[in-house]
């Protein structure tokens, strides 16, 4: 199964978060499923991380590290991603987000996350 890690989710996983379900660390874990986190992903964490509203144990190099590690691949954003964009329906307004959704469309991706709206999309989610 190939798998996109919603940014909440990513940062449960690294850091050994209880919120994320056990079920969901072994399906990342799992080197039979493919992995993906966005580049929006890694720009809203750098975006937090600037301003203090978020802290990693490490700093950010630790997410690189990490990447490497467990086998997870950063998603480009691409053309067709923001083709995708311009016809998303509006149910969820974080702009990362709609990214993520986007490209979990056009690449035909799983997505691991705890967000509601995403389930109001034409996309599969894991929870």
């Not at 940014?7 to 992995?35: M, R, Y």
């Not at 190099?61 to 995708?84: A, C, G, M, R, V």
């Not at 016809?87 to 993520?100: A, T, W």
Request: glycine fraction near 4%; charged fraction near 30%; include cysteine.
């Amino acid at each position: 199964m190939d798998l996109l890690i919603d940014t909440h989710a990513f940062l449960w996983f690294i850091t050994g978060d209880k919120q994320l379900p056990e079920k969901t660390v072994k399906l990342i874990g799992d080197s039979d499923n493919k992995c993906f986190v966005s580049i929006a992903s890694i720009w809203e964490i750098v975006i937090k991380l600037s301003l203090d509203k978020l802290e990693i144990k490490g700093g950010f190099n630790t997410i690189e590290d990490f990447l490497n590690n467990n086998d997870i691949e950063i998603l480009p954003i691409d053309l067709s991603h923001t083709k995708k964009l311009l016809k998303l329906e509006h149910s969820h307004n974080d702009p990362f987000d709609r990214m993520i959704i986007s490209q979990a469309i056009a690449e035909k991706l799983v997505v691991i996350t705890k967000d509601r709206f995403f389930k109001e999309y034409n996309i599969k989610v894991i929870w």
